[in-house]
């Protein structure tokens, strides 16, 4: 890829894989090359002309059966400046609220001949049968509590570009709610195939059974579980795919929970925080915490959100070229 203009000549793909369905299948190798491009995209992205040609004449099509901002917005900026033409799909509005099933909707939009299909759903396992389903490329833009593999890889680009250094020996504390978290499944997938050490706290009622089969350390309380922490990553309390009472009360949750700068001060003292968003402020993070250039990630976290996902795109697009030996 040029710095703004199109993209060079690819004789061997970024890419080995169709689709990008999670981090679980990947190796060190593949995590390392999406990260390397996406570094590029970082730097091309702030420049005044934003605009590339890697996805001209190819058609990019978001399916979130879900709601999101970031995610969604991000992989339609990514598809736009790459060239390609972006079709978001209104699920709201769709035959699919008629009673259309999964494999329907997977079928007609097979039809279209769509080159990438992005897509968010509720359930887990559903992006992967869509993509049994289809000619084209998919990536999983989260699907349920499974995994969420473009917000690992923005959030392994983040620390890299803040450390300078690949993720090695790195002490990582993802905290809240992991039980319900696609986030936290990917991250600890990819922090441990990059060498990092990955503890987990929250607790018992939002940890799931079988963490330990992950070569995570799990805490259930916050002084024990930061000691020594390099990366502290907060998760949101997903009350949505909560059935029943799993904390006993927000200001509760908060008190023993949430990160201040009272709980920081057990980790590392130049310990980094994230939060892969939205935010609930004063729950899970304090809000000037949260907004603490110095110690805070976050903004970081979506600027590298639209680079990464500009890698994915290209690097499943220039695999079909080469398939196709249209290159």
Request: hydrophobic share 40%; glycine share 8%.
């Amino acid at each position: 890829m040029e710095s703004n203009k199109n993209s060079a000549a690819i004789v061997e793909p970024v890419y080995r894989f169709k689709h990008l369905l999670g981090i679980e299948g990947l190796e060190r190798s593949d995590i390392e090359k999406l990260l390397d491009l996406s570094d590029r995209y970082v730097e091309a992205n702030r420049l005044a002309d934003k605009k590339h040609s890697t996805l001209r004449g190819r058609t990019l099509i978001n399916l979130f059966f879900e709601n999101s901002t970031s995610t969604s917005t991000s992989f339609e900026l990514a598809g736009t400046r790459l060239g390609g033409a972006v079709i978001n799909m209104s699920v709201g509005t769709s035959s699919i609220k008629k009673g259309e099933t999964l494999i329907d909707t997977a079928m007609t939009l097979n039809a279209m001949h769509p080159d990438v299909l992005v897509v968010r759903h509720a359930d887990s396992g559903s992006v992967h049968l869509l993509a049994e389903k289809v000619n084209c490329s998919v990536i999983n833009a989260g699907d349920g509590s499974h995994e969420h593999p473009t917000q690992a890889l923005l959030d392994a680009l983040a620390i890299r570009r803040r450390i300078n250094r690949e993720l090695d020996g790195l002490k990582v504390v993802i905290c809240g709610d992991i039980a319900h978290s696609r986030v936290a499944r990917s991250n600890i997938l990819l922090l441990g195939k990059m060498g990092a050490t990955v503890r987990v706290v929250g607790p018992p009622t939002l940890l799931p059974m079988g963490l330990g089969t992950f070569g995570v350390e799990v805490f259930h309380d916050m002084e024990s579980g930061l000691k020594d922490a390099d990366i502290i990553m907060m998760l949101r309390l997903q009350t949505e795919r909560m059935a029943g009472n799993f904390v006993p009360s927000i200001r509760e949750y908060y008190q023993l929970y949430g990160l201040d700068y009272n709980k920081l001060k057990f980790a590392k003292p130049n310990a980094l925080i994230m939060h892969p968003g939205p935010m609930n402020r004063g729950v899970e993070i304090d809000s000037e915490l949260a907004d603490d250039i110095d110690r805070s990630l976050i903004r970081e976290q979506v600027e590298m959100g639209v680079a990464v996902r500009m890698a994915c795109l290209e690097a499943l697009v220039s695999r079909q070229m080469i398939s196709a030996g249209d290159h």
